[in-house]
């Protein structure tokens, strides 16, 4: 029954990994189970919660991975790679991104992995509205150049 609710949501590695959490959890707190006759139901809902959690968790993250590698190839005309190859290369603009001056690789991050605004990283950083955009053009002009993108716009 774990196994089948994490799978609903998850594929079958993260499925496993959410029985084994589950379980753990429910070993942990044993002294919450108050009648032993729903201990299936209660299995259930430490299930559901831990699943939606990963489920949750992993889709940040995807988005994030999609969001950086596909504003980072912005200008390519290449067609989309598969799913191993986005992260290779999401992987890639993040670790060029840590290698910008930390005024760029701030806006940058803010920008490209968290998807604020310019507003908003001005706020988040006490920066003005026009010093965030300075940063994030000249900070996009050199992930360019380490990318070896210098032509993409």
């Not at 139901?41 to 590698?69: C, K, Q």
């Amino acid at each position: 029954m774990v196994y089948a609710i994490a799978l609903s949501r998850l594929g079958p590695a993260d499925a496993e990994d959410v029985v084994q959490e589950v379980f753990m959890k429910a070993f942990d707190r044993l002294d919450e189970l108050r009648d032993q006759g729903s201990t299936g139901p209660w299995l259930a809902a430490i299930a559901r919660t831990v699943t939606v959690d990963l489920f949750r968790n992993s889709l940040r993250h995807e988005r994030r991975v999609h969001a950086a590698a596909n504003h980072a190839r912005a200008g390519n005309s290449e067609t989309p790679h598969g799913d191993d190859d986005l992260r290779v290369e999401a992987n890639e603009v993040l670790a060029a991104i840590q290698k910008l001056p930390d005024a760029y690789r701030e806006t940058l991050v803010l920008r490209l992995v968290e998807g604020f605004t310019g507003p908003q990283i001005a706020e988040q950083l006490g920066m003005t509205h026009g010093s965030v955009r300075v940063n994030l053009c000249r900070g996009m002009e050199q992930l360019r150049k380490v990318l070896g993108r210098e032509g993409a716009a």
